[in-house]
C-alpha cells in the first residue's frame, strides 16, 4: 500500500480518463470514426472505429502502469539502482499516462467535432510531453526499458549519463519546437519543414551522441 501511494497522482490520472472516456461513449455514434496516426504532413492517415477508439487509450495507459509500477518485480536492473528508480518511475509513470491519456482524449474529441481550427493540437501535445520526459531523463538510471537504449548506452554507465542528460536537454528543446509547430501554422511550408528537420535531429542525435562517445572511449 505505501508503494502504491507513490503513484496517486497517476492513478488519480486514470480515474479521470476513465471517467472522460465513458463520456464519449455516450456522445459518439456507433459509425464514428477515431483517428489514431497522423503523418509527418500533421494530416491524419488512420483511423479506427467508435469501440476501438474508446478502448485503446484506457488499455495502452493500464499497461503503460503496470510495466512501470512492476519494474522492481521483473527487472534485473531494478536492485542496482533501487533508490533512483523509486523516486524516478512515479513522476515518469504519471507524465507518461496524462500525456497518452491527453493524445486518448483529443482522439475522441476529434471523432466528435472535428480537429481544432489555427492550431494543430496534436503536435502540442507531443510537444509537452516531450519537454516533461526530457526533464527526467537524466534521472533515469541504466536499463533495457526505458531511456535511450543503444548497444553503447547499455554497454557503458559514463556514456549512459552523458548521453541522457545531453538526450534531457534536446528532448526538451525537441519539445518546444513541436509545440511552435503546432502553434504556428504559415502558409508556406518552408517553417513547417524546417522545424520538422529540427524536432527530429534533436529526438535522434542522442543515439548518434552514444556512438561518438562510445568510439572516443575506445582509443
Given amino acids: 500500500m505505501t508503494k502504491l501511494r507513490k503513484y496517486k497522482w497517476a492513478l488519480l490520472v486514470m480515474v479521470l480518463h476513465v471517467a472522460a472516456v465513458l463520456w464519449f461513449a ?48 521483473y527487472s534485473p536492473w531494478y536492485k542496482k539502482n533501487a533508490e533512483r528508480f523509486d523516486k524516478v518511475l512515479p513522476p515518469l509513470t504519471t507524465t507518461l499516462l496524462s500525456s497518452f491519456a491527453a493524445i486518448s482524449l483529443y482522439s475522441l474529441y476529434v ?33 533495457t526499458l526505458m531511456g535511450i537504449r543503444t548497444p553503447w548506452t547499455i554497454a557503458n554507465e559514463l556514456i ?36 520538422t528537420v529540427l524536432a527530429l535531429g534533436c529526438l535522434f542525435y542522442p543515439g548518434l551522441h552514444s556512438f561518438i562517445l562510445y568510439k572516443r572511449l575506445e582509443k
Fill in 111 to 143: 471523432a466528435k467535432w472535428g480537429e481544432v481550427s489555427g492550431v494543430n493540437l496534436i503536435l502540442v501535445l507531443i510537444g509537452l510531453m516531450l519537454m516533461f520526459f526530457g526533464n527526467l531523463l537524466p534521472k533515469v538510471p541504466k536499463n
Fill in 26 to 73: 455516450t456522445q459518439l455514434p456507433a459509425d464514428a470514426q477515431v483517428p489514431i496516426h497522423w503523418n509527418f504532413q500533421n494530416q491524419i492517415d488512420g483511423w479506427t472505429g467508435r469501440t476501438a477508439g474508446l478502448v485503446w487509450g484506457i488499455g495502452f495507459n493500464v499497461l503503460m502502469f503496470l510495466l512501470l509500477y512492476l519494474f522492481h518485480w
Fill in 160 to 195: 549512459w549519463e552523458k548521453t541522457h542528460r545531453l538526450g534531457g536537454w534536446l528532448f526538451v528543446i525537441g519539445g518546444i519546437i513541436m509545440i511552435l509547430k503546432g502553434l504556428i501554422l504559415p502558409e508556406s511550408a518552408w517553417f513547417q519543414n524546417v522545424t
